[in-house]
């Protein structure tokens, strides 16, 4: 079975500041990872994902993950924040098995002060 | 066209009601998916159809029926629901791949905001 466990349920940053969202999954098979984001009252947009290719992956708006199998994480970051990235942000895995369901991570709320 | 679309938007029910939620995707995916979302947690995954036959029901309370007419459409037939069941519906979809152990990249829809009283 896979799961995700996303350290910190809220960050805040100034803007211009470096963005950091935590990660970290379990997984018995290589799994497959995604950073979604939610806007408020609306639906999930893809960031990004790792599908086994390069281990840096860089996703819209400004956004990078690092895919670190000896720490078993995928953290999201961005060098500069804006006003515009606050959001929920949501980690995923998916791995192949158990009907391949996409298994989410409780969420982190970024903040974003001006 | 990368889009999923959902109608309604918001939807207000009594608990005596009988209404559905509507989904559509035209990017030929072979997969499509139920969540359902309560304020400040994860989307829950409800449903899961593959190549339109149900594959997955996470236990979802009868008064929840997915139905799925083509490989482009999707419903969820809400009767007789409680209060508790006011949430954000999800939908998505996701392609051939994700069936056959792929990445499993969804795409959602906007959501419908559903309020029972």
């Known amino acids: 079975a896979q799961s995700v466990t996303q350290l910190g349920s809220h960050v805040s940053v100034s803007e211009g500041a470096l963005v950091l969202l935590r990660c970290n999954y379990s997984s018995s098979v290589p799994p497959y990872l995604f950073w979604y984001v939610q806007y408020p009252n609306q639906g999930l947009q893809l960031l990004l994902k790792y599908t086994s290719a390069a281990t840096l992956v860089k996703g819209i708006n400004g956004f990078e993950a690092e895919f670190k199998k000896s720490e078993t994480s995928f953290h999201l970051t961005k060098p500069s924040a804006h006003m515009s990235d606050a959001a929920e942000y949501f980690c995923a895995v998916s791995a192949g098995s158990s009907g391949n369901k996409l298994v989410f991570g409780a969420g982190t709320i970024l903040r974003v002060k001006s | 066209d990368t889009e999923v679309t959902q109608t309604p938007k918001h939807l207000v029910m009594g608990m005596t009601n009988k209404k559905s939620l509507k989904c559509e995707q035209h990017m030929g995916h072979r997969a499509m998916y139920w969540y359902k979302q309560k304020a400040k947690k994860p989307p829950e995954l409800m449903f899961v159809y593959s190549y339109e036959k149900l594959s997955i029901n996470e236990s979802v309370p009868s008064r929840f029926s997915p139905e799925c007419p083509n490989s482009s459409l999707l419903n969820l037939h809400l009767h007789a629901l409680q209060p508790e069941d006011s949430a954000l519906y999800l939908c998505?979809?996701?392609?051939?791949?994700?069936?056959?152990?792929?990445?499993?990249?969804?795409?959602f829809g906007p959501g419908t905001r559903l309020t029972v009283l």
């Open positions: 998505a979809s996701s392609q051939e791949a994700a069936l056959a152990g792929g990445p499993n990249e969804q795409f």
